[in-house]
């Protein structure tokens, strides 16, 4: 079975451009999270979904951060403009309700801002 | 404030020994704890978890202690093999949102 998807796996960006980060959960999954890593902070929770409904948002940084789930396979994060400080890897994970309260991650992507 | 801590940001241990990774936490709402692995440029990969309820889970080479008067947990790793040699982070749940502690490098020496 294919794990989380995420894409792409590294993305070199200018300061000010639009990002988008892209994510596949597990088929059956009903939950999605958004999670971003940096040396600072370690991992941090953004936002996540459950049922494609945004459920807390509470860890998206500024409002330059932006997420949507249109349908149970797909999600995007986006970081409009983006800034030197967004440096950082972003990883999706997804859960099935009712099993356990174990997550399973994507592989990341690495975002450098110039 | 960190609600969920690994104090030890690395451990080096010798091949076949125990290696004992250690976590602390503040929130008691807390009811549900895992422990991911993590090799470079890869995801965190779910290793082992355990309830609230409990006070220990094995699997394998891989056991998990909760102690929840102490709100501390560790895993246990025997024997240790090169192929451990990764950051270990623990994570603890609550409402369906993970807290995760600093994570901890492990490496394990042939």
């Known amino acids: 079975d294919a794990g989380v998807i995420q894409s792409p796996r590294h993305e070199v960006t200018e300061m000010g451009q639009e990002v988008t980060l892209r994510c596949k959960p597990i088929?059956?999954?009903?939950?999605l999270f958004w999670y971003r890593q940096t040396m600072m902070r370690g991992l941090e929770l953004l936002i996540y979904f459950n049922n494609n409904v945004p459920i807390d948002d509470s860890g998206m940084p500024e409002d330059r951060f932006s997420a949507k789930m249109p349908n149970a396979s797909f999600s995007t994060l986006k970081i409009q403009p983006s800034e030197p400080r967004d440096s950082a890897v972003y990883f999706c994970a997804s859960r099935a309700s009712g099993v356990s309260d174990t997550q399973y991650f994507g592989p990341g992507t690495r975002l450098t801002v110039l | 404030d960190q609600q969920v801590k690994q104090n030890s940001p690395s451990l080096s241990v010798q091949e076949g020994r125990i290696s004992i990774l250690n976590c602390d936490y503040t929130?008691?709402?807390?009811?549900?704890f895992l422990w991911y692995k993590k090799y470079p440029a890869e995801g965190p990969t779910f290793l082992i978890s355990?309830?609230?309820?409990?006070d220990k889970n094995e699997d394998g080479r891989f056991t998990v202690f909760l102690n929840k008067s102490a709100k501390h947990l560790s895993l246990h790793i025997v024997p240790s093999q090169p192929g451990d040699s990764a950051v270990y982070f623990c994570?603890?749940?609550?409402?369906?949102?993970?807290?995760f502690g600093g994570g901890t490098r492990l490496m394990v020496k042939p």
């Open positions: 929130n008691s709402m807390f009811d549900y």
């Open positions: 994570a603890a749940n609550a409402g369906n949102m993970l807290t």
């Open positions: 088929s059956g999954h009903d939950y």
């Open positions: 355990i309830s609230s309820i409990k």
